[in-house]
């Protein structure tokens, strides 16, 4: 399998296969990072969190390059974030070959440059993935390969923002819904009172949306 990856097995027995739960982490971070929320996710889930393919200096990962100019204006490598939105579709196919797992059945959980991503391979791949939990990202649309005839009425999409974040404008990640809007895929945005991070009370919340489904 091509990416380095930890799991978590199910400790719920499911009627049919199990199905995945895909943990991406942000810029910086590790396979580590998310998987701090496993033992609170659902039982019945096979969690794995997947590790970032590019090692960064002193230390972290990314899925792909940021860069910034001399008056500080942020860019991404678009074509690097491609390359990467590729690589989770196929760890994904991987993965439940591996694992045995339920391929109608995959959520994807990001923070973040995962959560950016997790869109990406979502809209992009539709027939691979179920559900999206993005956490404090947005659509970055240079990065979509929409589909000539799509069918996303299928995917449930959370997502949620924090309004101070100094990272991310919270304006970015407004513009969400209205996006998913114009594909048939209803979704709304869950704002908490914190920057780059993941609040208490938002954990709990996108918990209860994934029990729901």
Do not use: C
């Not at 393919?53 to 942020?74: C, F, L, R, T």
């Not at 959980?109 to 959560?115: D, I, N, R, V, Y």
């Not at 539709?126 to 589909?147: A, C, T």
């Amino acid at each position: 399998m091509q990416l380095e990856h930890i799991i978590q097995e199910p400790t719920k027995l499911n009627e049919g296969k199990t199905p995945l739960l895909l943990l991406l982490h942000g810029y910086g971070s590790n396979e580590e990072d998310l998987f701090s929320f496993a033992p609170e996710l659902p039982e019945s889930f096979f969690i794995i969190s997947a590790k970032a393919p590019i090692e960064m200096q002193p230390y972290g990962n990314a899925w792909y390059h940021i860069s910034i100019d001399p008056d500080g204006v942020k860019s991404s490598d678009n074509e690097g974030a491609k390359v990467a939105r590729d690589m989770i579709a196929t760890f994904i196919d991987e993965a439940v070959k591996e694992y045995d797992l339920d391929p109608y059945n995959v959520t994807l959980l990001g923070f973040s440059q995962g959560t950016i991503l997790s869109y990406a391979v979502a809209l992009t791949y539709p027939e691979k993935v179920k559900n999206v939990i993005g956490l404090s990202g947005y659509i970055n649309e240079d990065i979509i390969d929409l589909k000539s005839n799509p069918s996303y009425t299928h995917l449930n999409i959370y997502n949620s923002h924090g309004t101070v974040d100094q990272v991310i404008p919270l304006e970015a990640a407004q513009k969400t819904p209205g996006y998913l809007e114009k594909l048939g895929i209803s979704s709304s945005l869950s704002t908490f009172p914190v920057g780059h991070g993941v609040h208490p009370t938002n954990f709990y919340e996108f918990k209860e949306w994934l029990l729901a489904l």
